[in-house]
């Protein structure tokens, strides 16, 4: 004897199986369009502090301290996630993220950023703590490294740990670059 589906049964199952797909796509779709102000983000970055991709050219080393919004005490355990332009390329291939110790404090040594045509190279940050989700961006040029203006207005509260320093021995150019949670 043939077993045959009912019509009503056929229907039934490929309107489940067509919601199920369409929620899954959906919730795939928005894990990659994560909001951003920023081309390049990408929310599955390695842990990792060292994003170098050869020892020879040069590097910029970024550390600093993340403060609570503020802008008095440091945060522990913060996350902090990071990528920029790889070097001789247009694709965001360098990115992770890490997290803060025990003093707020914050450090990882990358490859020199590319950049955009008559812009100056960008290092993207986004940092994560449970005070919620803070993007900002760290500008960095041959004569060191700046802040944009939104970055001024919104950090105002780091007083006199605002501004990045910046220092070059051979090679690697060590910036320190304070940040706090809004």
């Known amino acids: 004897m043939k077993r045959s589906t009912s019509r009503r049964s056929f229907l039934q199952k ?44 040069r590097h910029v080393r970024v550390k600093g301290v993340l403060y609570d919004s503020t802008g008095s005490f440091p945060l522990e355990g913060a996350t902090i996630e990071v990528w920029h332009m790889s070097p001789n390329s247009k694709k965001y291939r360098h990115r992770a993220k890490f997290n803060t110790d025990a003093n707020g404090e914050y450090s990882f040594i990358t490859d020199f950023p590319n950049n955009e045509v008559a812009d ?28 944009t203006s939104k970055h001024w207005e919104e950090n105002q509260d780091l007083g006199d740990k605002l501004f990045p320093t910046s220092e070059t021995f051979l090679n690697t150019t060590t910036i320190n670059f304070n940040l706090k949670t809004n």
């Open 14 to 57: 490929t309107a489940i199986a067509t919601t199920g797909l369409a929620f899954v796509s959906s919730n795939l779709v928005s894990a990659f369009a994560s909001e951003t102000p920023f081309d390049g983000y990408n929310p599955f970055s390695e842990e990792k502090t060292d994003l170098r991709t050869t020892i020879f050219d």
């Open 120 to 147: 100056t190279a960008r290092i993207y940050f986004k940092v994560n703590h449970n005070q919620g989700s803070y993007f900002t961006e760290l500008a960095v040029g041959e004569a060191g490294a700046y802040i």
